[in-house]
């Protein structure tokens, strides 16, 4: 990026970072897009140039944490097992998560009562898996396959989703590397069902 793209994406975090700030100290609902503008030093009018909605303030977190671990995937080399290519996403997530405990549950207490929160979520999660699917799909493993690509992309963000979603059930009370741990051991040594037609 050029030097103004820089300095754009640098207040772009700066405006997001102090939003989870305040909403972790006084909620969501009790923080507004003024009391955000104030705290970060710019206008309303330049905060939402950056940001359309106080939602989108809440997904734009999401989505640099899944753009990390989709650039630790993008890392790996071609010569890297697709397995262990595939680690390095959970292995970033892992890392977001364990810097930012607080903003995570923040995030799921806001998530849990805001339904329109929880669709632009989805959608998120979507475009990232379609997008891990075509990074999967020009590996040599996947031979061309899409389906197979697109197999392997859902797998990987359900393991994410699972691990995130028990880690904040648990009230961070758990350590996400051991629900990682298991999750993946889980997978690998215990045969798990998948659906098939009767006989």
């Known amino acids: 990026m050029g030097l103004r793209e820089t300095k754009m994406e640098r207040t772009r975090r700066f405006i997001a970072d102090t939003a989870f700030d305040l909403f972790v100290a006084h909620g969501y609902d009790g923080t507004t897009i003024e009391q955000i503008a104030a705290a970060a030093e710019v206008g309303t009018r ?14 734009s977190f999401v989505e640099n944490g899944l753009n990390a671990a989709m650039e630790a995937f993008e890392a790996q080399s071609d010569e890297t097992p697709l397995s262990e290519a595939l680690y390095a996403v959970i292995d970033s997530v892992e890392q977001t998560i364990t810097a930012n405990q607080a903003r995570l549950l923040a995030l799921y ?4 009562r805001t339904t329109g929160l929880r669709a632009g979520l989805a959608d998120l999660d979507w ?5 891990l699917a075509q990074q999967i799909l020009r590996r040599p493993e996947a031979e061309g396959n899409a389906l197979f690509a697109a197999l392997v992309a859902a797998n990987t963000m359900n ?4 691990v995130v979603h028990t880690w904040a ?4 009370g758990v350590k996400i590397a051991d629900i990682t741990r298991e ?6 040594t215990k045969p798990i069902p998948v659906p098939a037609p009767a006989g």
């Open 46 to 59: 330049t905060l939402y140039r950056y940001y359309a909605s106080k939602e989108a303030l809440v997904v």
């Open 109 to 112: 207490e806001i998530f849990d």
């Open 127 to 131: 475009s990232w898996r379609q997008k």
């Open 159 to 162: 393991v994410i989703e699972v």
């Open 169 to 172: 059930a648990s009230g961070g």
């Open 183 to 188: 999750s993946l051991e889980l997978l690998r």
